[in-house]
């Protein structure tokens, strides 16, 4: 049974008991933010008194005693339709104030959660570095470095201890990739996993997924996202075919120490009884192209109707050049076709394939937001190249630290598997917690 009174599932369970107040979780997590959140930038906006008002609400609730997120503070990115705010994007435009709860607000809601704050990302959620001019998502493990993106504010204000998990949404591995520099637990589940009306965004691309220190957690919120219960209940997998790759899919070679945590995950694994081969799926140059268009494309879909004025240095080209591919109707669904066939042969041999999730260390922070494209591109395209070809794809991906790199920050390992596979995965994720436990930071 989960004791750890940090953890949403712990508080939840207290909250549900009549063991803590609800107002009372809500103002130490404010608390928390307003002594911490001047260092690690988690958060554009702190929802202070809406946020005891909603706990109040919780309190009070009738259903109270069924609610799987009872009172618990959670941190949204900074595209969530929550009334009475305005989803920025990581943009200075001005944007409209919700009139409603979009789907997800309304899903927490229902679920017992408190909205606490919404975090920084960066602008239209195209970088791996979560900076504006408003301030910068650091690490909470080293301050010098970024805390990853486009969910970069979400992971710092786990990763610090101000809510016990948060929503994100990955496109190109925004969820996976902040979770993986700051020591988290990261899921970004299958395409239509988390349904929402309209279609995803980058072109189907883009999940919402859950963002925590624990692997209870993640399933936790990402039942409450997906209205699927059985998510939370984790199970040990049966014995399992599982295929070890360190080959990134540009063919680039990546630091001996992120290779090394794949070994080591490996080792653990066997010791359980799965079955490990090294073997690497076919990646191909097509997909990479497709990945890289839609990164362009787009974020250019989304502005089309705005003054492209109010955008930064490094986002103007990127849309520039996506508008042109849109007008020239590049991207095609042939591409995702044909990986998504790739994939599927891949799986057909195995059950899960375990990778590096980033393929070099996290970019320094800082005021990236004011350099070039080319400054951000660089970096961004190094970091994440072992996680874009899922999106395409749309099978759930996740990733679990592993290691500790020299420089003292953790190191993250990607699981993949199937359409279908995040139960799996969930389960896998906690073997390993069993077998590594990873540290948190106190």
């Known amino acids: 049974m989960e004791t750890d009174p940090s953890t949403a599932a712990e508080l939840a369970r207290s909250v549900r008991d009549g063991r803590l107040d609800p107002v009372d979780v809500t103002k130490r997590a404010l608390h928390g933010i307003a002594a911490a959140d001047r260092v690690v930038g988690a958060f554009r906006r702190v929802r202070a008194e809406e946020a005891l008002a909603e706990a109040a609400e919780v309190r009070d609730r009738a259903d109270l005693a069924t609610l799987p997120l009872a009172g618990v503070p959670v941190a949204v990115k900074d595209v969530t339709d929550i009334a009475g705010e305005r989803a920025s994007w990581g943009s200075e435009r001005e944007s409209p104030v919700a009139k409603a709860d979009g789907e997800i607000a309304r899903r927490l809601r229902r679920a017992g959660a408190v909205l606490v704050g919404i975090t920084r990302v960066p602008e239209l959620c195209a970088w791996p570095m979560s900076d504006g001019p408003d301030g910068v998502a650091r690490n909470p493990w080293n301050p010098a470095y970024t805390a990853g993106g486009s969910s970069g504010g979400s992971a710092a204000a786990v990763a610090a201890g101000l809510v016990p998990v948060a929503h994100g949404t990955d496109g190109l591995g925004s969820v996976r990739l902040p979770s993986a520099m700051c020591g988290l637990v990261g899921i970004k589940p299958g395409a239509g996993v988390i349904a929402e009306p309209g279609e995803a965004g980058w072109f189907g691309m883009s999940s919402h997924g859950a963002m925590a220190t624990t692997v209870t957690d993640a399933a936790l919120l990402l039942s409450v996202l997906a209205e699927r219960p059985d998510l939370a209940e984790l199970e040990d997998p049966s014995p399992l075919k599982i295929a070890l790759s360190t080959t990134q899919p540009t063919k680039v070679p990546i630091p001996r120490p992120l290779a090394a945590a794949v070994g080591t995950t490996g080792e653990l ?174």
Not at 312 to 341: C, D, E, F, M, S
Not at 353 to 381: D, E, F, I
């Open 269 to 442: 694994l066997a010791r359980v009884g799965h079955h490990l081969t090294e073997a690497t799926p076919r990646y191909g140059v097509e997909p990479i192209v497709g990945i890289s268009t839609r990164w362009f494309a787009g974020p250019a879909q989304q502005v089309r109707d705005w003054d492209r004025g109010v955008l930064q240095r490094r986002t103007r080209p990127l849309v520039r050049a996506g508008a042109v591919l849109n007008a020239l109707h590049l991207i095609r669904p042939g591409t995702k076709r044909r990986w998504i066939a790739r994939a599927e042969e891949f799986f057909a041999e195995h059950d899960v394939l375990v990778t590096p999730m980033l393929a070099t260390l996290p970019p320094k922070a800082g005021p990236w937001h004011q350099r070039s494209w080319l400054a951000n591109a660089s970096p961004s395209l190094r970091v994440a190249a072992f996680a874009g070809l899922w999106n395409l794809a749309g099978f759930p991906a996740l990733t679990v630290p592993a290691a500790r790199h020299p420089s003292g920050l953790p190191i993250g390992v990607q699981l993949v598997a199937a359409p279908g596979g995040e139960a799996r995965l969930l389960g896998l994720a906690a073997q390993l917690e069993r077998l590594n436990p990873w540290p948190r930071l106190p």
